[in-house]
């Protein structure tokens, strides 16, 4: 999985490497570690992880269209065009047009924000609840029979019915309040946050448990560190593993799920472009056009991907174990 | 002298719940009953074979447990009911170095955040301040300053051994209990380790408890031994006694198994006493000494009644019936 490990790297990537961490010892005859800050020893094991660096920079590039697109790219994503539908790939429309005509490489970009933005809000709201939940229960032992049973009560409820459920409830207030795509925004990010981080809670907790009866976290107790502290500066970077599988699995759920809700109908209005909702257009016409399921699945497929390939070199490189090897 | 840890019929039971409900069924007595003094400046050494309570002991002594019964003095001061959080003052007068040097230190932390952290914790140092009262603390266990930046895997066992040493030492606390310090450790490390607390000891007026089920190290170290079988301590002397005319069977039955290291001698060794069957669970201790049912030497009155823990010669405790004149003709004449 990590190029590292390939045996066709180039044996130069190496040397780099090992001339690296020739400069570590200082050159000189005394062993002496430099006293420069941990994070360019983060920096530097994340750059040597190749698949890492191929994640950042596709998801990034991702990020930059995205934001940047539609100043480059001037087409109205709405603007319908029967005369031009279902046109093939060309330089007027780099994707092609869908049924009505509408520019499918503009409708990508006015998607993708929404898409993004949903995806990284919702990951880390249940990330957020997950974690504290997890290290809440697993830490403190009288807490656990409760929330481990509220974790149950999520994980046993049928999440469309309650989706459905909190949207019908909910969704009149927030557009009232944020205006309609702020409040359908938050209407899906909180919905699928707080749907979504009952995994999370169960991993983190597991490991909480079985880091909590180490002999560190004991000398944390013997130091007299309050148990706040303890958490935050013993349990929770120990932890860090979980939790950023956890994240980057979390982020193509949020995205698959959020268009599920659009694709019933509860989700954003029809006519506003999602990645999700423009895979779920495209499916009728799969046998005819399958470039219309095909790149905004491809964009799905690039951004989980990616970040999984960041998650798994941001591990390798917060573990000093790993560092500098 | 004065006795800086006053520990009386410490009791720590670990509960067993089961059924359907989860209720207590039953407890482990993993600590039933222990009292010892250790005075200023001492080494009190603890022995006894896997399980006996040993480990469980020394952390009940720091309250890292909340202790079943019992009472705890430690420098004047009563800790036993003390809350977590009132315990936190007393925490720079006592620490603790542990047994597995690899888990005892957070593999995510610097060594010198490891050592700064209980100066983080207790005094109000600058950063600077806190930086160089690491330096002094790294220098006093004989490690290299600038080691400082490094990460506990980088670390040799006894390097790693002296870090935790470092660190129980940095707000300069009065007692420490060293939980099997050196079990972990190769031979050759373990001389180190022992030197460097021996020579901390001198320098800075030090209390230890040494946990071992090493018995030459201890027999090295401690000034006296508390030998723990069960939950129970059984014999509590001063070294050279205890080593030289154990009063308790199984006293005499743990040393008769240390190791002779002169080939020449090591055939010819008397008396090699070999326990049989296993010991008891502690769950479940039998009624009478906890002994009985594996002492070379047990009477009738030993399966019914507890022996009591009393001084059987000067300074010299045991509990077991064979030196009570009551039960035993020839007492005076063991002990």
């Known amino acids: 999985m990590t190029d590292a490990r390939d045996p066709d790297t180039p044996v130069g990537a190496d040397m780099a490497t090992v001339a690296a961490s020739g400069a570590v010892a200082g050159g000189g005859p005394v062993l002496r570690t430099r006293a420069r800050s941990q994070w360019w020893d983060v920096w ?180 007299g ?101 | 002298m004065t006795a800086l840890v006053k520990v009386r019929d410490l009791r720590m039971h670990f509960p067993i719940n089961s059924g359907l409900l989860r209720r207590q069924t039953g407890a482990v007595k993993a600590v039933d009953g222990v009292s010892f003094d250790i005075l200023e400046g001492e080494t009190l050494g603890l022995v006894g074979e896997s399980g006996c309570g040993k480990s469980t002991c020394g952390r009940a002594v720091l309250r890292l447990y909340d202790i079943t019964g019992g009472t705890i003095e430690i420098d004047g001061r009563a800790i036993e009911h003390l809350s977590q959080s009132d315990l936190r003052q007393m925490r720079t007068t006592m620490q603790m170095v542990f047994q597995d040097p690899q888990a005892s230190l957070n593999p995510r932390m610097t060594v010198g955040a490891i050592i700064g952290e209980p100066l983080l914790e207790h005094t109000n140092l600058s950063r600077a301040e806190r930086e160089e009262q690491v330096q002094v603390l790294m220098d006093q266990v004989g490690l290299n300053r600038a080691f400082v930046n490094r990460y506990p895997h980088e670390f040799s066992g006894g390097q790693r051994q002296r870090i935790g040493i470092a660190r129980a030492l940095a707000l300069n606390p009065k007692f420490i209990v060293c939980d099997e310090p050196i079990a972990a450790l190769d031979v050759s490390i373990q001389a180190q380790v022992v030197n460097l607390l021996e020579e901390l000891q001198d320098r800075l007026g030090l209390t230890y408890l040494f946990i071992s089920h090493d018995l030459s190290m201890v027999r090295h170290i401690a000034d006296r031994v508390a030998v723990m079988y069960l939950g129970k301590v059984v014999e ?91 039960y035993n003709a020839n007492a005076g004449q063991t002990a």
Not at chain 1, 118 to 144: I, K, N, P, Q
């Open chain 1, 44 to 223: 530097d094991q994340f750059r040597s992880h190749k698949g890492a660096m191929a994640g950042a920079i596709i998801f990034l590039l991702i990020v930059l269209v995205v934001l940047i697109g539609p100043y480059v790219w001037d087409v109205d994503p709405t603007k319908t065009n029967i005369r031009a539908r279902n046109a093939p790939m060309s330089l007027t429309a780099p994707f092609g047009t869908d049924q009505l005509g509408r520019d499918i490489f503009a409708r990508m970009i006015e998607g993708g924000r929404v898409s993004l933005a949903v995806g990284m809000t919702a990951m880390l709201l249940s990330l957020f609840l997950g974690t504290l939940v997890g290290v809440l229960a697993g830490y403190f032992r009288r807490l656990d029979g409760v929330l481990m049973r509220l974790t149950d009560l999520f994980l046993a409820l049928p999440l469309l019915p309650l989706l459905l459920v909190m949207v019908l409830l909910f969704r009149e207030p927030l557009t009232a309040a944020f205006g309609i795509e702020m409040g359908i925004f938050i209407l899906i990010v909180s919905a699928i946050g707080i749907t979504s981080w009952m995994q999370t809670a169960r991993i983190v907790r597991g490991d909480v448990l079985a880091l909590k009866e180490r002999e560190f976290v004991l000398a944390a107790r013997a130091t």
């Open chain 2, 236 to 326: 509590l002397a001063p070294r050279d006694a205890l080593y030289d005319a154990p009063l308790h069977p199984y006293t005499e039955a743990l040393l008769s198994a240390v190791p002779e290291p002169d080939p020449a001698l090591a055939g010819q060794k008397k008396g090699r006493i070999v326990l049989q069957g296993d010991v008891p669970s502690p769950a479940n201790p039998p009624e009478g000494c906890n002994f009985c049912t594996r002492c070379p030497r047990v009477m009738d009155v030993c399966r019914r009644i507890d022996p009591e823990f009393r001084e059987v010669a000067p300074g010299h405790w045991a509990a077991c019936h064979l030196h009570d004149a009551e």
């Open chain 1, 225 to 325: 560190t309050p148990p706040r502290r303890i958490v935050t500066r013993h349990i929770l970077p120990n932890i860090m593993s979980p939790i950023m599988v956890s994240a980057t699995l979390g982020i193509a759920t949020a995205i698959i799920t959020e268009s599920a809700l659009s694709f019933l109908g509860l989700g954003f209005p029809p006519d506003f472009p999602t990645w999700g909702r423009l895979l779920n257009d495209g499916v009728p016409y799969l046998e005819l056009y399958p470039g219309r399921a095909f790149w905004p699945g491809m964009a799905i497929s690039l951004v989980v991907l990616s970040i999984n390939y960041v998650g798994d070199g941001l591990r390798d490189a917060l573990d000093p174990r790993i560092r500098g090897r």
